[in-house]
């Protein structure tokens, strides 16, 4: 059975930090691009960051860009997105995602394999 599991969400204030992880089970995703999404109460759910297979190429949404940082590690099927400078609005449940092909892909429906989402709240 696939799943991706995140943790590492939780209440923190205003400029502060936070890493998010996903752990990724039940089959290889290194040839994988891997993304995170978020969805606030009331909204769509949104691209946030995506990372292509090899770690080598990134992409961020604009009201990310300068501040969320995303990462792998194939050796443990895991991807991370470090949060820098957060802010209220980065509120939100935020989603590990995973497809087969390019990392150029911000569409939630790019992504076929979904994990049930960590929560971060962002307090002023």
């Known amino acids: ?35 995170w999404f978020r969805q606030a109460p009331g909204k769509e759910r949104e691209f946030v960051a995506s990372i292509s297979w090899t770690g080598y190429s990134t992409y961020y949404a604009d009201s990310v860009k300068g501040r969320f940082t995303i990462s792998r590690d194939n050796a443990k099927n895991t991807v991370y997105l470090q949060m820098n400078s957060l802010k209220p609005e980065d509120t939100a449940v935020y989603y590990c995602a995973a497809r087969g092909g390019t990392y150029y892909a911000t569409g939630r429906s790019d992504y076929r394999y979904w994990g ?5 709240t962002v307090s002023s």
């Open 116 to 120: 049930q989402g960590t929560q971060v």
């Open 1 to 35: 059975q696939v799943q991706l599991v995140e943790s590492g969400g939780g209440l923190v204030q205003a400029g502060d930090s936070l890493r998010l992880s996903c752990a990724a089970s039940g089959r290889t995703f290194t040839t994988d691009t891997m993304a």
